[in-house]
Nanobody, 124 residues
Framework: QVQLVESGGGLVQAGDSLRLSCAAS????????MGWFRQAPGKEREFVAA????????WYADSVKGRFTISRDNAKNTVYLQMNSLKPEDTAVYYC?????????????????WGQGTQVTVSS
């Protein structure tokens, strides 16, 4: 089992930056991947970014490439999502998620562990 706790959400203006954190605990295996999803009201949960726990390899949704950066600090068991140049359409609840597999996954159903979510609101 892996437990995930997000933090760092808030209300910002368009163009601002925000960094989300996800503290992970439990049994994190070497084949783990950690990701971020988001869900806006009335919309499906969508993939944002993910990274490999062991080597830090990353992959992103096209909508955030060049603006968001995912990273991890293995010593702190924490994954980060640095969000720059935020837009009103980035407004959503952001969830940290994880799974154990060497496959690259970008759909919510492929992730086994989830945090409770943190709200990000970007005003125009």
């Amino acid at each position: 089992q892996v437990q995930l706790v997000e933090s760092g959400g808030g209300l910002v203006q368009a163009g601002d930056s925000l960094r989300l954190s996800c503290a992970a605990s439990g049994r994190i295996l070497s084949n783990a991947a950690m990701g971020w999803f988001r869900q806006a009201p009335g919309k499906e949960r969508e993939f944002v970014a993910a990274c490999r726990w062991n080597n830090g390899n990353t992959w992103y949704a096209d909508s955030v490439k060049g603006r968001f950066t995912i990273s991890r600090d293995n010593a702190k068991n924490t994954v980060y999502l640095q969000m720059n140049s935020l837009k009103p359409e980035d407004t959503a609840v952001y969830y940290c998620a994880a799974y154990h597999s060497l496959l690259v996954r970008t759909t919510a159903r492929g992730y086994d562990y989830w945090g409770q979510g943190t709200q990000v609101t970007v005003s125009s």
